[in-house]
């Protein structure tokens, strides 16, 4: 009897854990981002989401053993709705500055560098070939970036006008029509941007605080951030992201 018990103990500790492991390879994560914002994400002619964040997240989940789900979203709707929950995390080249760790918390920059540093696009017929002429000029910028933060840098400084948008694809639409005469951006997306429009140049923005790189952000007291962190450390250390970096020109 004490035989038949023990055997049949010891079958349910197995099923239990066999439980556990099914539910473990189920368990599914959403990820917000924002597309339009090359090389980090953008949409493909087939209307998939990929890019350089997209490879990290992809190669994060597959060093965690989660699967997820990604949505795209408004950059300005990321935080908000990490901070309420509606999604696990949220990766779309986002700087884990000083205010927005008030709000979230982060994981550990996954990706810095000059490339992840504030540039001034613009187009010469404008009238502009440095931040000393943004007098009276229209900076393009998206909402809810630290790029906006520049941009009203200019506004109290030079007196220049800040036009925020949603996205990327209407701050370049502007600056190609004239109707904008800069933009602020990341020094990889100016030259994403300047390689598909020759008439755009760039140029470093000098003065303001350098930006720390870009982190994976998630809801305070999240549990997550250590196994992320983690899986992070693993693919700086065996060289995934340089080597994932590296597809990206504008990222070398």
């Known amino acids: 009897m004490k035989k038949l018990l023990s055997m049949c ?20 994560l959403t990820v917000l981002t924002n597309s339009g914002y090359p090389p980090y994400e953008v949409v493909d002619n087939k209307g998939n989401l990929s890019g350089f964040d997209i490879d990290i997240i ?6 965690t053993g989660y699967e ?5 979203v408004d950059f300005d709707t990321l935080i908000p709705s990490i901070q309420t929950g509606k999604a696990d ?8 500055s000083a205010e927005r760790r008030k709000k979230v918390d982060f994981s550990e920059v996954y990706f810095s560098g000059e490339t992840s540093q504030n540039y001034l696009l613009y187009s010469e017929k404008n009238g502009i070939t440095s931040q000393d002429d ?10 809810g970036t630290v790029q906006y933060e520049a941009a009203l840098h200019f506004e109290e400084t030079q007196g220049a006008k800040v036009d925020a948008k949603k996205d990327y694809a209407a701050i370049v639409a502007e600056l ?6 800069a933009a602020i951006v990341e020094k990889a997306v100016a030259m994403e941007f300047s390689e598909e429009n020759p008439d ?15 982190a994976i952000c998630f809801k305070k007291g999240s549990p997550l951030v250590e196994e992320i962190n983690a899986a992070i450390k693993t693919l700086k250390k065996n060289g995934t992201i340089d080597k994932l970096a590296a597809k990206y020109p504008s990222l070398k």
């Open 9 to 28: 103990f010891v079958a349910a500790m197995l099923l239990a854990g066999c439980g556990g492991e099914e539910s473990k390879e189920k368990e599914k």
């Open 68 to 72: 997820i789900e990604i949505k795209d």
């Open 200 to 214: 755009f140049k760039y140029v470093k923005i000098n003065g303001l605080a350098d930006l720390e790189g870009n």
């Open 176 to 181: 190609k029509k004239g109707n904008n005469d």
């Open 58 to 63: 992809n190669a994060i989940a597959e060093e």
């Open 89 to 96: 995390m949220a990766i779309a080249g986002i700087t884990p």
């Open 134 to 143: 943004l007098k009276g000029k229209t900076i393009g910028c998206q909402m």
